[in-house]
């Protein structure tokens, strides 16, 4: 497989290899958890920075209660999915925007409206949102940095 498709595959990838891993460690299986991520991205050398992730994301989530460690990645997996396709969509044109645009709205207000947040169990991480988004902006930066880099060869 080339370098360009062997990126696609991991930036395509990333997110279902994040819900699952999300899933395993929910269940206390950090060692499957760390499986999941390594399935879904080969990191080659760099595979040591899975498993320094999923200790951060403990550390934060460590101290909420589930429903709001589960929203929390439920964020993280919403953000870089849209980073995803904001990556595939470039060249930004006006209908590119306006879809990413709208998944975003569309996302807030599930946030916005109570019955919705209700009914899909979404409680917001109260002190550690901005360390939510942090993780999610590192992570959306960081594929867009992997996405850049493998471009250009």
Known sequence: MDRHARAA??????PVGVVRAQAQLAQGRDAACIAALS??????????????LICTAKG???GLPLAQQ????????????????VLLAVPLTLRRVVLAG??????ALL????????????DPPGGELGATLLVAALGAGGLTLFWTLSRRS
């Open 9 to 14: 595959k991991a930036v395509g990838a990333l």
């Open 39 to 52: 399935e879904a991205v080969d990191l080659g050398e760099h595979e040591g920075v899975v498993p320094d």
């Open 60 to 62: 934060i989530a460590g």
């Open 70 to 85: 589960r929203t929390a990645a439920t964020l993280v997996t919403f953000i870089l999915s849209l980073a995803v396709l």
């Open 102 to 107: 709208s998944m975003l709205a569309g996302f």
């Open 111 to 122: 946030f916005a409206v109570p019955a919705v947040r209700r009914f899909y169990a979404l």
